[in-house]
């Protein structure tokens, strides 16, 4: 049995906010790159030129990438070997939040009432916390800032199972064409598909964090990763909205067993600004 503090995870926590804030992941600044030298528009390119001068004053200057610092999503794998010391998780991770918006100098976004009273918390938490147990004797923590811009384009539906592929390659097209510029794109489409609703949710948003340069391990669902990556990148959204030949990055598709009588699917859009960071204690 190996112990860690919780206050071991509070200041993991607080520094992940900061740096996935601060500048984005290796494979997602290599994939606007290629989506740059790809784009055929010539105001898309200047868009690309804009995004690029952005990421690089923010990760230059250490000032967030973009104003809307995000709800904090976190997935921590929890080694089954690892016992938590003076704390629980789920308050050593608010904590963490508490002062990582704080010294980050990141704005809080968050309101305690979802519909009536909508007071804003004032530190950014609670976050989103999904923890699952593994083998072994470590933690794992993925802090994601989840911007509401691309959220609010979400969306989700059970198709019948009769729908198939080309059911979910309608749905998701549709969603980014109905999403047009809001999400800020280019955009990151994670998409989730089967279990239940809220596991399909979950998957989707597990999809966008995955590495833009990995596609899905089954060759059927990569194939279908690929042509909805073409059909959504025919619809001349393009660059923040401006039309061009490049209106999403990747898409990216996680799966689960699901009931015979269902097909679940959820459509989790993410902004350019894709932004995640990990760390193992």
Excluded: W
């Amino acid at each position: 049995m190996i112990s860690i503090k919780a206050k071991t995870i509070t200041n993991a926590v607080a520094d992940l906010c900061i740096k996935s804030n601060y500048e984005l992941p290796k494979d997602v600044m290599e994939k606007i790159k290629e989506a740059k030298a790809k784009e055929k528009s010539e105001l898309g390119n200047y868009c690309f030129l804009q995004i690029l001068r952005n990421l690089r004053i923010a990760k230059m200057k250490k000032v967030p990438i973009c104003q809307d610092t995000g709800m904090v999503v976190v997935f921590v794998e929890i080694g089954q070997d690892v016992h938590i010391t003076g704390g629980t998780l789920s308050d050593a991770i608010n904590e963490g939040v508490r002062i990582g918006y704080e010294r980050g100098y990141l704005r809080k976004s968050i309101v305690d009432d979802p519909i009536f009273i909508r007071k804003n918390t004032g530190d950014n938490t609670p976050a989103v916390i999904h923890a699952s147990i593994t083998s072994g004797s470590k933690i794992k923590i993925t802090v994601v800032p989840k911007g509401f811009g691309s959220e609010n384009m979400s969306r989700l539906t059970v198709l019948k199972p009769t729908d198939g592929a080309e059911g979910v390659k309608k749905f998701v097209v549709d969603t980014v064409k109905q999403a047009g510029a809001n999400p800020c794109p280019p955009i990151i489409v994670g998409v989730g598909i089967g279990g239940t609703i809220e596991k399909a949710a979950m998957l989707s948003k597990q999809a966008l964090i995955r590495s833009l340069n990995k596609s899905n391990v089954d060759a059927k669902m990569a194939g279908l990763e690929k042509q909805i990556l073409i059909e959504i990148n025919k619809l001349n959204i393009g660059p923040q909205g401006f039309g061009g030949s490049i209106t999403a990055l990747s898409v990216n598709i996680e799966t689960y067993p699901t009931h015979i009588a269902g097909l679940p699917v959820v459509v989790n859009i993410g902004c350019y600004v894709s932004r995640h960071a990990s760390v193992i204690l």
